[in-house]
């Protein structure tokens, strides 16, 4: 069956630092692939997504890019914020079906 | 355009007690799912309805939940009896029918406290 695998949290960084979360799939055929964010109080948004091989999703400074030969989709931002502070979750999603989360990372960010 | 919705957003029960969750998807979405995140683990699915049939229910734990989308329309999900392991964050999502990327938009989602 599908998988994710996201690197274990929780993290804490300085304002201003670089920010990478790990995250790999197994999956059969080709799934979109997803990183969606909770804000503390807040549910579930969609932060990126891309949707085939090769693919870069971004927003709001963070990129991801859809590595279908090392099976990963990690999620990397220059200059983090303590705004940033949140958890992140990856996920995949097959054509119309259930998604497959990860466990989430918790991200604190300090000033 | 109004997003996913759900009801309450916080709710707080004793072990035995019935509580029922609501979700409102986006309107004309036929894809309906409930997820939920339990003890800070990952985002579990449960169940998939599409328009007011139940597509995929293999995430449910056991026949205490029971998960109804009458006219296609908003869904409940009835947990009865509750019990403790039930306490997590239950997520609604809905998605159009022939989304091609297959984007599913989340509701703010339920938080379940059983005591």
């Known amino acids: 069956g599908n998988s994710v695998t996201q690197m274990e949290g929780p993290v804490t960084l300085s304002e201003e630092a670089f920010l990478t979360i790990n995250c790999t799939y197994t999956a059969t055929g080709y799934p979109s692939l997803f990183w969606y964010v909770q804000y503390p109080g807040e549910g579930l948004q969609l932060l990126l997504k891309?949707?085939?091989?090769?693919d870069k999703g971004s927003n709001k400074g963070f990129e991801a890019t859809y590595r279908k030969e090392t099976t990963s989709f990690h999620l990397e931002k220059g200059s983090v914020q303590v705004s940033d502070s949140a958890v992140y979750f990856c996920a995949l999603m097959p054509h119309a079906g259930k998604s497959t989360f990860g466990d989430g990372t918790t991200l604190t960010v300090k000033p | 355009e109004a997003g996913v919705t759900q009801f309450p957003s916080h709710s707080v029960i004793e072990k035995g007690q019935t509580v029922t969750l609501r979700c409102d998807p986006i309107?004309?979405?036929?894809?309906l799912y409930w997820y939920r995140r339990v003890m800070g683990k990952e985002i579990k699915f449960l169940l998939h309805f599409v328009k007011e049939s139940k597509q995929d229910e293999s995430g449910m734990p056991n026949n205490r939940f029971l998960a109804e989308r009458t006219g296609g329309t908003y869904s409940t999900l009835k947990v009865q009896p509750a019990e403790l392991e039930d306490s997590g964050v239950y997520f609604c999502?809905?998605?159009?029918?022939?989304?091609?990327?297959?984007?599913?938009?989340f509701g703010p989602g339920t938080r379940l406290t059983v005591l």
């Open positions: 999502a809905s998605s159009q029918f022939r989304d091609e990327n297959n984007e599913q938009f």
């Open positions: 891309a949707t085939k091989a090769d």
């Open positions: 309107s004309g979405h036929d894809n």
